[in-house]
């Protein structure tokens, strides 16, 4: 498996637990959008909890949700974290739907939940090894 990580992703402990998978390859560079990308196969975006409210309050998450919906490979993101990770960021649980209703439903995004990087590789890891075994048969 071929894994692209952007050179942006480096401190998120993802990447070293993608490094320490067997069968999977890993290039660091700068990618146009997302923070992963799987054989060619998928675009992942990866939001810590605290990133998904900074950047809904900021403006920035529905900009990268339409430039990842209108791009290729298929996109799919991953929140990470708990809701506990939000009580500091003063984001109504209203605001916070809406965005998850604009990413899944309008945007046809996937979104993805993990607890944590660990979890993050491996949900990665795991799509992208479902996602090959879907286009061979």
Same mark, same amino acid.
Do not use: W
């Given at each position: 498996m071929e894994i692209v990580v952007d050179d942006r992703e480096g401190n998120g402990g993802v990447l070293s637990f993608l490094q320490a998978m067997d069968g999977v390859n890993v290039t660091i560079q700068r990618l146009k959008s997302g923070d992963y990308c799987v054989d060619q196969r998928a675009i992942f975006e990866r939001k810590t909890m605290a990133d998904f409210a900074v950047s809904l309050i900021d403006g920035r998450l529905?900009? +990268?949700?339409? *430039?990842?919906?209108?791009?290729?490979?298929?996109p799919i993101m991953i929140l990470e974290g708990t809701a506990a990770n939000l009580a500091d960021y003063?984001?109504?649980?209203?605001a916070l739907q809406g965005a998850?209703?604009?990413?899944?439903?309008?945007?046809n995004i996937p979104l993805l939940r993990s607890l944590?990087?660990?979890?993050?590789?491996?949900?990665?890891?795991?799509?992208?090894? +479902?996602?090959? *075994?879907?286009a061979h048969g």
């Amino acid at each position: 498996m071929e894994i692209v990580v952007d050179d942006r992703e480096g401190n998120g402990g993802v990447l070293s637990f993608l490094q320490a998978m067997d069968g999977v390859n890993v290039t660091i560079q700068r990618l146009k959008s997302g923070d992963y990308c799987v054989d060619q196969r998928a675009i992942f975006e990866r939001k810590t909890m605290a990133d998904f409210a900074v950047s809904l309050i900021d403006g920035r998450l529905l900009g +990268q949700a339409v *430039r990842m919906a209108s791009g290729t490979p298929r996109p799919i993101m991953i929140l990470e974290g708990t809701a506990a990770n939000l009580a500091d960021y003063g984001v109504r649980r209203e605001a916070l739907q809406g965005a998850l209703i604009t990413i899944s439903v309008i945007l046809n995004i996937p979104l993805l939940r993990s607890l944590d990087a660990r979890e993050t590789a491996n949900l990665i890891y795991y799509t992208g090894r +479902q996602l090959f *075994r879907t286009a061979h048969g």
